[in-house]
């Protein structure tokens, strides 16, 4: 286990570099600079001061190499749209309207799809299965926009429940919140339903019900721990994706998180920002990859990391 995850901790580290160089390129390769704004044009001379003053006016490989040395050492630079703090302190600051109201989402549409997929799995072909498919079907086709401005709809316009955008008051992270749990609670209530009767399926099963087992036991114990993978698979990865901001959903109810941001660091070519945010997504996301795969050996013995026996 532990040369195992040696290995891939070494993947990660060659992943992040690589990613590094790519955003690195595919930044400076589009049109147009930090300073090429027309609603705040500047003289030539004042632009290439701030080119120097930033190093901007260097080669792209020096220009690289600065970048990742002050990575090194955690210091990610200071972004263009922000000056008076650090890139670490804006995402400090941004970061916690986004993992709360996704991370709730995923916490809260991940148990929902769970119990919806064993009920379809438990009850195939009964109306409960039917509405299960359609809810899953439509929570993963229609739009997370779509999805949203529905709730502010009928829940904020129609009824005047609850206020339709804004962040602050806890009421005010009801709406953002259901939309984040859309995709959790459709993609887990598939995986659950075809995990599960796949598992339902199995040999062993039939063997605990001959033996007497109750079908509560039987269920709980055996099946749904067999069919856990695919829905540990899918956890990890739709958590950080979710926690880390969803651009549209951020827009329509007007949260201030990291969404927002990635936006806007493209739009201003705010590029120790971007760098930033494309970073810390691909180091979580190969962390929870990581971390799934420990999870497969703890849940079921006989899965052995590495490929060995």
């Not at 609603?39 to 290439?48: E, G, I, K, T, Y």
């Not at 498919?133 to 529905?150: D, E, Q, R």
Request: glycine share 8%; net charge positive; aromatic share 12%.
């Amino acid at each position: 286990m532990l040369t195992y995850i040696l290995r891939r901790l070494i993947s990660i580290a060659l992943t992040f570099f690589v990613v590094s160089l790519l955003i690195f390129l595919m930044m400076h390769s589009i049109p147009g600079g930090p300073f090429d704004a027309q609603d705040m044009p500047l003289s030539q001379a004042v632009r290439d001061k701030l080119m120097a003053e930033l190093g901007l006016d260097k080669p792209l490989y020096v220009q690289y190499l600065n970048y990742m040395k002050g990575v090194m050492h955690f210091d990610f630079g200071v972004p263009y749209q922000s000056p008076g703090e650090t890139v670490i302190a804006l995402l400090a600051r941004a970061w916690p309207p986004s993992l709360i109201l996704g991370g709730l989402g995923v916490l809260i549409g991940a148990p929902l799809g769970i119990l919806l997929g064993m009920a379809a799995a438990l009850k195939r072909n009964s109306p409960i299965d039917y509405i299960a498919s359609a809810v899953a079907t439509l929570g993963l086709t229609v739009p997370v926009f779509v999805i949203s401005m529905l709730l502010i709809l009928v829940f904020a316009v129609w009824l005047n429940w609850l206020p339709a955008s804004g962040w602050g008051e806890p009421k005010k992270w009801i709406l953002p919140i259901a939309a984040y749990a859309a995709i959790p609670m459709a993609t887990y209530s598939r995986y659950t339903r075809s995990a599960m009767l796949d598992t339902l399926n199995k040999p062993f099963v039939t063997v605990l019900r001959a033996k007497g087992l109750s079908e509560r036991r039987i269920i709980f114990q055996h099946v749904l721990r067999n069919s856990a993978i695919p829905m540990v698979t899918v956890f990890l990865p739709m958590f950080i994706g979710t926690a880390t901001g969803s651009i549209f959903v951020e827009a329509m109810f007007r949260v201030p998180g990291l969404g927002t941001y990635f936006v806007s660091s493209i739009e201003t070519r705010d590029y120790p920002l971007e760098m930033a945010l494309m970073l810390m997504i691909t180091m979580l996301f190969c962390l929870s990859f990581l971390l799934s795969d420990i999870v497969y050996a703890l849940i079921n013995p006989r899965i052995r990391v590495g490929g060995r026996k």
